[in-house]
């Protein structure tokens, strides 16, 4: 190596490639003119007088100009704006009105206004750095002469007070906009100060036809915008439980919750007009993966540093909680959680939504059709080998909006999901998807379709593994995933079965078609041809009660002319709601002997001993698949059945005048019907409207022993609510109450 | 409030709802039946002895069965299965195949290999927990009767030595697998112990018609998988600057850096098989944002805790970095190191890819189709106001596939983009996007189309800015973005145009119906109709060396039968290549009269000591727009003009005997042009193939001084290559020089 060197170069040691410290953020100079507008925060830079020009000393009294005395905002629950927009019902002090749909202001001047002359603006502006071509500064001009791209004109004039109406763009930014009314005068433009008690709110808009989150019908948007209260399905599709909620979207607080999140979840202001994207960016930031979004998921049983999921009975506390605590994720959620808050937010912002629920939900696919139950050489469930569990149901949300980005006939409920998936390549959001469109297989438009598809039609595929470990296909269940979709009806307590709008019947032609067409788009299916079966075989429902002893029943039906006999498995597993399972409490063999064309039944009795410990430990179900061969031919034959055990129920009583303001008391009972001690027990009531939650811990309720709690409260709203309470401790969770209360003025 | 409390329930505080203490991760208990398998490390846990059944006392000897004493993966390079598999270049001593095409191993067993009586298995692994079901354990079997998804035969028996063949399934895992040999005996199977140097690499395998990233061109599929050396286009579109990159997918550790990368990343092994996923994987994982990936952006200038975009000659050192630090983000990068990192992976597991520029690439798009450039009520261009930039260049990637997962015909070239995009809701991946879909305006389909539709096709619109604050469009320029997408050719270094890939004829039928279809899927243009042009302006090309003062012309001609006076701001900013504005270093106002029909010419001077010292601090480009309002009409006139102002070079000299392992000298030179001192330099110098990666510092090279550096070297491999060096430090950066180097054998 040589090196010719001037007197004042030295080589140096070659620098560090990898270096040790860095700091976390690197300035956008370079890479952006300004920091990117994500935030709601309005800056407070409008300037109070924007001169033209230079200004001459001396300036002529600007007195004779238009000044602005007075803005009434008209934002009283009973006023005009908030009835007219369905809006009256938010506990919130500002205006609020929804997009595309003529509000009111009043504006006091110094004189009388003058059309020809006087010429002035009122101004919107949202976020940092104003701008028009963003869409976040608006100057709304009540001349026809001159409009902007919302439309502004004088409804009326009385003395010194202007009655402006105010037309916002039907897709214009969602959220909480400051207002300035700008004067022009010859020498520049004058604006009023910044004042925050003028900010008004602006939502989607499910009443106008101009708006993408239209939604034509009265009912459902009274059910899906407007009802603070729900019901959310679970257990199993033939003995199906509900959960009532409180949404609370209009409670105090909650609205500001959901532009936080927003806001958390740096989402651009610009994206805020379009339901597409904000629904799409909501099933990201409610849950907490990679962004610090609202809830942590938990499925562990070990609940120490949060609130078990089973334990929450609305979204308010949730929400409160993450806004105030600057966006620290609230522990713990499960799917229902996470479906039931992002409904809140749905239904806050204005966009109609529900929540629906999926029984035998294949929720960790790979956008591929099939969930694998391996089955050794003898028939019998092989537990090590099975990773695939199938969720025994699955919430989601559905939200209504038309689908610009895709071609016609793709509008209407769309699937949004925001449980984490987690082998799909660390997908932490899902959706927005067109129901039509996973309805008819078309799942190559966006997004996540594929993974919605396979949730509601996966097949259950049982290979057979042989002792040099080649698995081969020996059934394949196309019935089992996707039994049952519910939602709740639409103003009334009852269920609606929405399977049809996902799946055609089952065995019709268009369900081959739509299946072809999936597959032809990349889904895969277990295409083996099997054998058509001999023997039959079904476990029959149960309803059990927590704690019973009680009879599993099997029916064979040989629909062959020979006699055969059957080797059976019989494995009965304590599983967790996602279907993995924890311990297997049942395992019996029996031989089954079958004579030709013969039913028959086996009883199999299954004592509480035996599951009573497993099954509290995990708060799930038991799951029981008989597996077996038939001796002569070596056919595979299986049966799965899901049995939810029905815990035991809290006693609500409300006593006291129905009225608002006078003094009311609820009542919650439980007794301990096991022969062992409940320890550190968490009762939580909650009465939407009329009374804020209340909780209370009870060290040790012993076997046999009863509580009873009642406390005071004075309802604040009138109308028909709920009084809802949950009872949860380690050892048992799930335990719920409820009665119906109305109210009268 | 009362309380029937039993003596031995306390009543207690509310529990608080927010914990202060929570612990990081979450078990997987009762979510997953085991964690999921997203890394490639090879689990231990493959037994070396499977009984069928509890052994009786006294086992006869297992002697009588094969027994495995050898195994030879026939794994060096000159060796049939690397020659065939086109990855003799690999540095890497471990077999590498690829899929969809026979391999040969050699195995030696204790005794002559008897067809009928003996049986085994070939058995790969890949990952924790294989499963056959997953993909991650598969056995190969040797004799017709079974086959297993992948296929295998005996080529040939010589003595105890058996060779066997072996075709990997078309859509199998890519990865590095664990080799085992397992021996059926009648007691149990019995399996080699775990052997690392058996272990084998499947990569992609553009040379088979059953994989998805089959490409039918041979001399392609020698340019885009196995060139390692490329050539990146940048500067603007009427003066396009090279330089050359070392890819270097063959360089020893980069194979497991690309198998690193999808583990730091979580990615499921079930999806490593689908290129469709793997490259929208990695879009995500080649640059930093939310997941640790392999590069940090930096726009800024300062550079001080990593090394600068500019001064990279290759993606070598980028990876072995990034893998040696068990994943910390390397600084820095911008676009075209994103897209070289991102082309060395896609090469190096064997998806054909190229590196791409669009010139004027407007990379912050919302997916709508307008870059606002606002003017005030005089024309002139109001710099506070205007937010949008567009680069002067982007480069992405693209790479060759089927797209099962859409309708026909969008297979092919897909668009993929690893540079963090800010303004699409947090978006740090992008694609694949069809090439195809994009030129058709098909933008609803997966994924991301409409960012890179907005990229090639935004307007530039111009706002007039009224006095009280309204916008107008004045003028909209539908030519300006996405002037140009360049490409190197195959196998030489040339360039390709493949902007007709992108777009069809600018104003041509087709491309306004391709718009008309992007405007239905959502993507807005601006549609004010503004009045035919009377008076065009045009600023005139310029090629201009640094330090250079030079003159700008404008060029005005006047289609109209009057005569016109037109008053014109003239402004020249210092941008970065995104476009972001610097510093303002030209500003002149004239006024040009013009008679009817008359063309003529303005001429500005540009000094030198105007925009030297800006320039240098950024590094980047000279940005004229010339906007102005024609006094009669009011009409306004634009233009707008790019002048790449060209480095200093690097002389880059070799001498010696041109053959492996003979000594040779490389000798860089280079003199510092300027007034001022140049501090702190780092020179940097790359053979690919024939010199690892040098670098020297100098601190300081006077006005006028230079430097020679000289280095020996002795070439590892025959073949053409080049010698390319970089010179870089706070004043002066994206200095180059190059020379080509043919070394015999």
Redesign the interface.
Known sequence: ??????P????????P???T???KR?????????P?ASSNKIDEEVPEFEP?MLLPKGLPPLMEYLDVWDVDMIKQPHEVNKQKHHTNLYSNDYLIVRRAQEFQIKITFNRAYKPVED?F?V?FVIGA?P????GT?I?V?PSKE?Q?IWRGQVLETSDNVVTIGIITAPDCIVGKYGLYI?V?TPYG?RRTRRDPKLDVYILFNPWSPADAVFLDDEEEREECVLNELGVIYHGAYDDVAERSWNYGQFEFGILDACLFIMDK????L??RGDPV?VS??AS?MVNSR??EGVL???????YM???PPTSWTGSV?ILR?YS??QG?P???AQCWVYAAVFNTFLRCLGIPSRVVTNFFSAH?N?GNL?M?I?LDDKGRVDRS?????IWNYHCWNECFMAR????DGFGGWQVVDATPQ?????MYRCGPASVAAIKNGQ?????DA?FVFAEVNSDV?F?S?S?????QPVKVNTKHVGRMVLTKAVLHDGRRDITDHYKFPEGSAEERLVLEKAE???CQREKASLRPVDIDVEILAQEVQLGETFDLELQFTNHSAQQHVVDIYISGTVV?Y?G???AEVVFQTPTVKLDPKQSKKEKLVVRSEAYLKKLLE?QGNLHFIATGKVKKTGQIITAMRLVTVHNPRLTVKVAGSPRVDEEMYVTVEFTNPFMFSLENV?VRVEGPGIMSI?????????PG????????FSPRRAGSTKMMASLDCAALRQVYGETEVTIQE
């Open positions: 190596m040589t090196d010719q060197e001037t004042d170069t030295v080589g140096m040691p070659a620098p490639t990898v270096p410290v860095r700091p690197v300035s956008h100079r370079g890479r952006h003119v300004a990117l033209f010429k603006a101004e750095s701008q028009y071509s963003k500064y100057p001009f001159r902007s700008a022009v433009i979840g740096d989402m651009p610009t994206n994207k799409r960016k990201a990679d962004d942590v998921g938990n499925w562990s049983g070990d540093y949060g609130v506390e909680d105030g605590s620290m609230v522990g713990y960790d790979d099939k694998d391996i080998r099975t990773r695939d569990s610009p980005d895709l071609p987690e082998t799909s390549d660390g799942v190559c438009y966006p997004f594929p595929v290979y593994r002792m040099e470990g080649t698995l032809e788009l990349g967790y996602t993995v399972p924890s995990v968490y209340q909780t209370k811990q009870y060290r040790i309720i012993g022993s009863s509580i009873t709690w009642t406390e005071n």
